[in-house]
């Protein structure tokens, strides 16, 4: 089914389920128990986590296959939520023609980099994204004011002319009258569930990107991507010109980042300049290899759990620490606490930093392979059987940089 | 004339902290082939030993003076520092008064340490693995340096005082013949310039003229060779990457009065100390200097208004326009060695 093998369809069909009940799945405690902070199913959480997965996604198709290390993806995230913004103050409201321009600048924007940058590899090409996009980041916040409105960030004011917004059309984020921070509550008996349409626009655009990643993934300039990764030099050698397929991917992880700033100023009427700067371009990398860079999953799965502890770890203070260590006696409950104060709460990022370094250090493949290692470990406790070759998600020790 | 060389000052100083951290990554990359994205974050930690020295010294316990009243008629308390209780006021409040430059004792040893402990406790497992994994795990270990430091400093910046006698500023013109008041130049900055002269050429004297120095050259040039011949280089490398974390604390201590530390100025500086790098040529020292002094120059000067107002924004985009170029033209940077990370 859609030109995908069984297996790959059936892999399809589980994310496709999987994305489409998450406010449900990701609200399994009952509002007002002292667990309910960790319910990540609001829309505005869950629209991140979509998000952040299409930008991870396309941001793998370059990392991931080809071994390019851009650390300037942020700046087509930056340019996508301009676009968007400025369709909105130009056109009206909708945010079809918005979304669809970001993916067309952010492409072109792509090609200029990519085509300069992709001139070098290595550490080079991280060093040449970087200045590209600082570049793009200084200017947005100077002399570009005009255009971005600088520091305070471009935002849609009434006297902005809106040429094709009607007189009843809606005064935030719509697709055809279907606004996206309306959400259906359904409660249950304890537990709330919110069906948000801006979230379930992003789903279905993730699930889009999602699709065409496991296609390009599959397909023979799948294969010549990683034919670059694993040894460049040899690929030239056989006559191969490989620049037309970097570019390719770099374009492509471009569009990617491109929608997913398109999406977000689709979700929140706002772009501002601190979306391009490098930190930005830091947190793709980040959540790709937590996830497990060159795999499908892997940076969805990555992006999930940076944008979760961002905003559930951030949330326990000192006081909710005390109430779960409660039942301690008091001395050995304020140690507790004590040692576990500097992890969470605003310390949250330290906890990242720290489980970042292990997963450099001891699980290369991300997450993914931590789950990989921990099934084959139960599987070959049940059966005892050889293990089962799976290049495509354990991929081997390839150099990550075309080196 | 006299803006020319005014520009040429405001750089130095700029120029002087990105020369030092450049040269620190520098050595670690010649040396050990390790792309050391942490180098910033011992830039910051160095920043912050200078705080710590300053807070040390200005520990202080109350003291009645029996010879004034507060505004109730009670005896006043006063804080007094220890160091004026042991010393004596003078003495002791000079102290106190220099502790960004007494910061240097405290963060040599600091600096040296967390070197090594990084080296053998980390970067030694890397040496083997791809520069991506290299560049990933010392970003980690910058997020969790950074965060360390957030969490017994805060974050905000902290003012950290120069020297009372380095605190005003100069008329440097009237040396050079100038009238009065058109080049006037901060002490501090004279003396950070003068500081990283020191410690650059220092360093450079240890690599020429010390038989330690000439086995670490020879090991960044052959390091298997060196190895063969009965030299254990790996000792020598973890001290030298020792020294390039000491070389970047000492640019962060002495840069404090500049700019007030705050837990993400090693960030900060690291992006732009990497393209100073590339520009310079990986794995050449003298190249690290001459682009860190030239990327600070020309920033500077882009920054004065005639430039701004021909070509607008120029002055954000600098840096990274002259990285772009050099990159595309010389493909090993401005004095790059021949076979170094050509691709």
Known sequence: ?403 | MDAIILQILNGLDKGSAYALIALGLTLIFGTLGVVNFAHGALFMIGAFCAVTMQRLLSLSYEEIDPTRTDFLGNPLKVEVPYVEHWFGPDLGGAIIDWSVPLGILLAIPVMIGLGFAMERGLIKHFYKRPHADQILVTFGLAIVLQEIIKYFFGANPIQTGAPAAFSGSFDFGTLLGFDPNVIIYPYWRMVYFLFSLVIIGGVFAFLQFTTFGMVVRAGMADRETVGLLGIDIDRRFTLMFGLAAAVAGLAGVMYTPILAPNYHMGMDFLVLSFVVVVVGGMGSLPGAVLAGFMLGILQSFASMNEVKSLIPGIDQVIIYLVAIVILLTRPRGLMGRKGVMED
């Open chain 1, 1 to 403: 089914m859609f030109g995908l093998s069984a297996r790959d369809t059936r892999f399809l069909l589980i994310v496709i389920a999987l994305t489409l009940l998450t406010p449900i799945l990701l609200q399994p405690f009952p509002e007002g128990s002292s667990l309910a902070q960790f319910n990540a199913g609001y829309p505005d959480l869950m629209q991140k986590f979509a998000i952040f997965g299409i930008f991870a996604i396309g941001f793998n198709i370059l990392f991931g296959l080809t071994g390019y290390l851009s650390f300037g993806h942020a700046a087509f995230l930056g340019v996508g939520s301009y676009t968007v913004v400025w369709m909105y103050k130009l056109l009206g409201y909708n945010v079809l023609p918005g979304l669809l321009l970001s993916v067309v600048i952010s492409a072109a924007f792509a090609l200029l980099i990519g085509f300069i940058s992709l001139r070098r590899s290595g550490i080079y090409f991280s060093i040449l994204t970087l200045a590209f996009a600082q570049m793009s980041y200084n200017l947005a916040y100077s002399v570009l004011t005009p255009i971005t409105n600088g520091e305070t960030g471009l935002q849609v004011y009434a006297s902005d002319p809106q040429i094709l917004a009607g007189s009843g059309a809606p005064t935030s984020p719509h697709l055809f009258g279907l606004v996206m921070r309306n959400s259906a509550q359904v409660d249950l008996g304890g537990w709330v569930f919110t069906f948000n349409v801006g979230y379930y626009f992003c789903a279905v655009m993730a699930i889009l990107a999602f699709y065409i990643s496991l296609r390009i993934f599959r397909s023979p300039f799948g294969m010549m991507l990683r034919a670059i990764k694993t040894n460049q030099t040899r690929m030239n050698y056989t006559g191969l010109n490989s620049r037309p397929y970097t570019l390719a991917a770099f374009v492509i992880s471009g569009m990617y980042a491109g929608l997913a700033g398109g999406l977000l100023a689709a979700m929140d009427p706002l772009a501002g300049a601190e979306r391009m700067q490098w930190t930005a371009s830091g947190e793709v990398v980040l959540m790709t290899i937590l996830g497990g860079a060159g795999t499908l999953m892997g940076p969805v799965l990555g992006a999930g759990f940076i944008k979760y502890f961002e905003n559930i770890f951030s949330k326990i203070n000192d006081g909710i620490l005390h109430g779960w260590f409660a039942f301690l006696p008091d001395g050995l409950e304020d140690f507790i606490v004590a040692c576990f104060h500097p992890f969470v709460g605003k310390g949250w990022h330290l906890t990242l930093g720290i489980l970042f370094m292990l997963v450099v250090i001891f699980l290369p493949g991300g997450l993914v392979e931590g789950m990989q290692r921990i099934w084959r470990l139960v599987r070959r406790r049940k059966s005892g059987g050889p293990k089962r070759k799976d290049p495509e998600h354990r991929p081997t020790a390839a150099p990550h940089m075309a080196e």
